[in-house]
């Protein structure tokens, strides 16, 4: 008998590793749980919540494009999620309160801006591409790294805008003029989904840029999009998303099961494998 249930929300979710990152770490520490894609329309939110209050599932993490939509039927946001109004981890606390919290951004500090080996980038220019779901979390990492010039664009403007209204500071540009600026950033993040496997990839070229830039793709499934594949080349330095997806598992499992769980060699290794 499986003790706990713990689970994923979001549309599609097939290509998802996170049961695969729960369900190492269950087996590892000897927790008698299991962790499933939980594959939902948007108007069923309110039944899988009422799991959480009713103790049927122990925990749930959120992908797009829900970050959001949980909002409204949680009794209360803890933590990050205050902050960027963006949720991937629920539980339910002590007092039977369905709790909503961020772990992107701890995930985008641990898995990338932590790892610079420079760590006065204040001055660094940034640009970051897309307004997601998880595009907050990203600016708000950034602005807590007291970085002050971030430039924001998206495909579809309004979805800046959107994001401007929670932190103001951030300036937007046209999606036209990306590869213009691109010449004079320090910093390029792209948070859309252009270069997922079997999705649509980037027109633009981005020939020209600092030699210092550093590339960050948040998508880690390819492992190496067409962008971090060009940038290689031009031995520009490049991240991918996977070390801050494995990071905002474990804080994820950390907030359901008080343990902070290994990132091993053989979980990396497992989760690896799976990806192109
Ligand atoms: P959601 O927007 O529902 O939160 P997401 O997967 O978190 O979904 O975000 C997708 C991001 O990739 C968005 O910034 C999206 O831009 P739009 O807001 O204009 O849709 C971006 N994106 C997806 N396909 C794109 C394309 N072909 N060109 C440019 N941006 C694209």
Redesign the pocket.
């Known amino acids: 008998m499986i003790d706990k249930k713990f689970g994923i929300i979001g549309r599609p979710l097939s290509h998802s590793l996170s049961p695969m990152l729960h369900n190492y770490w269950f087996k590892k520490y000897g927790i008698s749980a299991n962790y499933s894609l939980i594959e939902i329309e948007l108007n069923e939110i309110e039944k899988i919540i009422e799991k959480i209050r009713n103790n049927v599932l122990h925990g749930i993490n959120v992908t797009?494009?829900y970050?959001q939509a949980v909002i409204p039927f949680l009794d209360l946001m803890v933590g990050d999620a205050k902050k960027t109004l963006s949720v991937n981890t629920i539980s339910l606390n002590n007092e039977g309160k369905v709790v909503g919290n961020n772990t992107d951004i701890y995930g985008f500090e641990q898995g990338f801006l932590n790892k610079l080996r420079n760590q006065n980038f204040e001055q660094n220019v940034v640009l970051v591409?897309?307004?997601?779901?998880?595009?907050a979390s990203v600016i708000f990492a950034l602005l807590n790294k007291k970085i002050e010039k971030i430039f924001v664009s998206?495909?579809?403007v309004k979805?800046a805008y959107e994001i401007k209204k929670k932190f103001p500071s951030i300036e937007i540009l046209k999606?036209e003029n990306i590869e213009a600026k691109a010449k004079d950033v320090d910093i390029i993040i792209n948070?859309?989904?252009?270069g997922l496997t079997e999705?649509?990839d980037f027109k633009q070229e981005f020939k020209t840029t600092k030699p210092n830039l550093v590339y960050y793709d948040i998508i880690y499934n390819p492992v190496e999009t067409m962008m971090v594949k060009k940038f290689k080349k031009k031995n520009i330095l490049t991240y991918n998303g996977l070390e801050m997806f494995i990071y905002q598992g474990q804080k994820s499992f950390f907030l359901w099961n008080k343990i902070n769980p290994e990132i091993d060699i053989d979980l990396k290794k497992k989760i690896e494998s799976k990806l192109k």
Not at 129 to 135: N, R
Not at 191 to 194: I, R, V
């Open positions: 797009v494009p970050k591409l897309g307004a997601g779901g998880v595009t998206n495909r579809t979805k999606w948070t859309t989904s252009l999705g649509s």
